[in-house]
């Protein structure tokens, strides 16, 4: 068979896309990015406590009262695990993408039903969208809206769609033939017979619809959180990314959260509005745990309660205060870093934000899957980051951006890719000894994510100069995956090789043994750049020669992570800011400014 | 009972409110080519083979102001597919309907619409309410879409469901309601826009006879004061009977005959009619005017006998005959003689035994009945 260049063409059809409809796609972007914007400022005004007592006054009043005591006691949950500005991102973006999603797919749904040309046009349009894997359409979404929000809706509402249209369809061809040709029969225009017959009894069809649209929303969160919509999502992205199953599982709790709420609130919702589920509701209540306050109740306490917080935003502190000095060189101008939740890109990323923010400017941090990096940093929504691997690991995607890219120097280095063993694999010391200990491996080497630099060095090169390629496999996976895995036979004390790279604490939490490379095919260490957008430098000068200034020791990398790792999660700005303070007049030294005073916020 | 058929001749008045001419509906491929090969005398089954389904074939029949139309068959016969050309609901493949001497299938969608909503109301088999509405709500949906303001609506669609016997029911819902007062709701429904004509869709088939029973006493009632258009189509030869002014038979989707009740009874038109009428329980449809013979003497009355009138139910002759001696005289209005029913002709029509009786071979009975003839 001759290979079919699907791709190719797929590929030439998004660059066409991006060069001559950008100005829909920033449309696109402005609409979404207000919406959300608009609802997640009202949803983070009021005290936590105060919104999640509203949120539960709705419950009582769709549900009744144990509803409403679970819900405000869900809420409450999540405010106290610290995710409440996280939880009510998500919301927002569920939220934004739910409604647009409505919009495009109860329309479609609609006219599928009247049409069965239509109907089967889109089935396939649907099936595609439902189950193309969401990876292969957040890339796209990237280049189309850049990182963040925009994107993550995008991504969210094309996955969520189909549940709506399917439903909205099979509601309104549910609808009982009988009914519509008794509507027909008294004269009804088609448009009266929808909106009179058939929507009304389709309602708890399409009810449905939206509770899974909502769910489905929900669900690709996470995966949305990979293109830095940060939220929940992006709570749960950092946690595994970095092992710390505790804090994802406090993350993924608050999504559970979000959705048992919206689920049952639109399950409520769904009858309260349906003239038919609101009688069965009416004869099925009973007792006083499914007492429910009339509407005017319901409706005056959020009011209260939406007063109250409104009140206290408005008499409450106002945060910040300039201090304008000498010192001040962004004078507010925003900085976006992007950065791999690597060791040494947390550190970095973090002794930057301080550093910048030292110096006047507002920095916004976001963490990404490397590809989601390289894509932002090249269409310029990133504008810097710190933790390129060059001139090998990241050396694909170098090949495909650099054009784009400006490198703004080495500031670590010479790192090392290697393949490590636990120090209790005696006879294990370099490369060449693998061979002889395959069956004890069982042929395995427990490799990272597919698309890192260093596994296609791995499989092209070093498994092949050492003669293993018959005798291992290179199982591809991730790094949390990687290291779960050597904690795991570690902690048995089972034979186990793994691909580890230096910097890593890795090897300072168990005993290791790098794989001795004699015959160098791993190759030069790398060093770690920093790259930035084509025009960063220019448009920011100081920044542009602090960072291509920026050097760090191995004593110093450390130390900085080694205070990040105590502080734990979260506290990353605090630690950098006490190691800071720990070695003045490093701050004077990476970002200079003329005539400057000594005055920090690390010092003082 | 309104069961007294009028001379032939009104049925071709101008007058005459709902006509169908030569209409047919073809569904599948090709249809106009279809029709003119079935005007030419092609059978259903020779289309079924080109996989073209004719449901209704060149049927043509008047029905005039304030009578009851019944249109029978079994299933499958196009007895539905026809009522639905009647307004429009299907538009047929060839031929006209006209109504009030407008012709409907040359109007627009939105005057058929019009005249749906004014003209014309439907009752369906299963009921059709909507289950979202209330049963004041249901009734009162055809004055909604005409856009009748709803203090006024409100009012005649309580009045309608007065007249259909639920009163005090407007605040319920459909669901709460048997079945036979949720087709009362329908009933209600048809006649609360005041439509002309009304279009019965085997209403009452879904019932149980009891309540069937009483729908057809219902509607007949009401047809005494209202005087209203129907169309109605059953696959119940009985309920035919009993509601029809006059009656169509159809089967594979042509009018096989068309006659009052009697004549389909008495005069059935070929063997598959007449194989429908088996079943039929005569007494409750024939009157004296059917029975009685009409060669008469004329002194049969001259006695002080009970007399009979020529619409006389058979049930009340057989009662009478039994009582009198001789056969039962029937007057006219004017208090005329125009015919005698002999006992032996009431027994005959029961037992389907026709033409003159066979002596009997002996002595002492044929000596008792030439003394009861006397």
Known sequence: MPRLRLGDGVDSGLDWLVTHLSWLFDAVKTVVQGMYDGIDAVLTAPQPLLLAGILAVLAWWLRGLLAGALAFAGFALIDSLALWDEAMSTLSLVLVATAVALVISIPLGIWAARSQPVAAALRPVLDLLQTMPSMVLLIPAILFFGMGVPAGVVATLIFALAPGVRMTELGIRQVDAELVEAAEAFGTTPRDTLFRVQLPLALPTIMAGVNQVIMLGLSMVVIAGMVGTGGLGGAVNEAIGQLDIGLGFEAGLGIVVLAVYLDRMTGALGTRISPLGRRAAARARTGVWAHRPRPTVALSGVAVLALVAGGLGVLGPSSGGAAASATDVGRGREISIGYIPWDEGIASTYLWKELLEERGFKVKTTQYAAGPLYTGLATGQIDFQTDSWLPTTHAEYWKKYGDRLDDLGRWYGPTSLELSVPSYMKDVNSLADLKDHAAEFGGRITGIEPSAGMMGLLKDKVLEEYGLDGAYRVVDGSTPAMLAELKRAYARKQPIVVTLWSPHWAYSTYDLKKLKDPEGAWGEGDGVHTLARQDFAADQPEVGAWLKDFRMTEEQLTGLEAQIQRAGKGKEQDAVRTWLKGHPGLVDRWVPVAGAGHGSRAAG | ?374
């Not at chain 2, 509906?25 to 059978?43: C, D, M, P, S, Y």
């Not at chain 2, 009012?155 to 007065?162: D, G, I, N, S, V």
């Not at chain 2, 209005?333 to 027994?347: I, T």
């Open chain 2, 1 to 374: 009972m309104p069961l007294l058929s009028p001379s032939p001749n009104e049925w071709v008045s101008v007058s005459a409110r709902l006509e169908a001419e030569h209409l047919f509906k073809v569904f599948g491929r090709r249809q106009n080519e279809a029709v003119e090969r079935l005007r030419e005398g092609a059978t259903r089954e020779e289309l079924r083979a080109d996989g073209t389904t004719a449901a209704v074939i060149d049927v043509s029949f008047t029905v005039g102001p304030g009578q009851i139309f019944v249109v029978m068959g079994l299933s499958g016969s196009g007895k539905s597919t026809l009522l639905r050309m009647l307004n429009g609901l299907l538009e047929p493949t060839a031929g006209r309907v006209l109504f009030d001497g407008r012709d409907l299938t040359a109007l627009s969608g939105r005057d058929l619409r019009e005249v749906r909503a004014r003209k014309i109301s439907m009752v369906f088999q299963h009921f059709a309410l909507f289950p979202h509405r209330s049963v004041l709500d249901n009734a009162a949906y055809g004055l909604a879409v005409q856009g009748a303001p709803r203090a006024e609506r409100e009012e005649r669609a309580t009045e309608a469901l007065r007249l259909c016997g639920l009163a005090g029911w407007e605040k319920s819902w459909p669901d709460e309601l048997s079945g036979g007062m949720q087709q009362r709701v329908g009933l209600a429904r048809a006649l609360a826009t005041d439509a002309d004509l009304l279009l019965m869709d085997e209403s009452f088939s879904a019932l149980d006879p009891l309540i069937r029973r009483d729908m057809q006493d219902q509607l007949l009632t009401l047809q005494q004061t209202l005087k209203k258009t129907i169309v109605f189509i059953t696959h119940d030869l009985n309920e035919a009977m009993r509601l029809g002014d006059r009656i169509a038979v159809m089967r594979d989707g042509r009018i096989v005959q068309t006659g009052t009740a009697e004549d389909i009874l008495l005069r059935p038109g070929n063997d598959y009619v007449a194989s429908f009428i088996q079943d039929v329980d005569r007494s409750r449809v024939l009157t004296a005017s059917a029975v009685m013979d009409p060669h008469v003497r004329g002194d049969e009355a001259d006695c002080g006998c009970e007399t009979a009138t020529p619409d006389t139910p058979f049930t009340t002759l057989c009662a009478l005959s039994a009582r009198l001696t001789h056969p039962v005289a029937v007057l006219d209005g004017g208090r005329g003689l125009v015919g005698v029913v002999p006992r032996r002709r009431l027994v005959g029509l029961l037992g389907d035994a026709e033409g003159p009786g066979t002596p009997c071979d002996r002595e002492r009975n044929r000596r008792k009945e030439v003394t009861a003839r006397a």
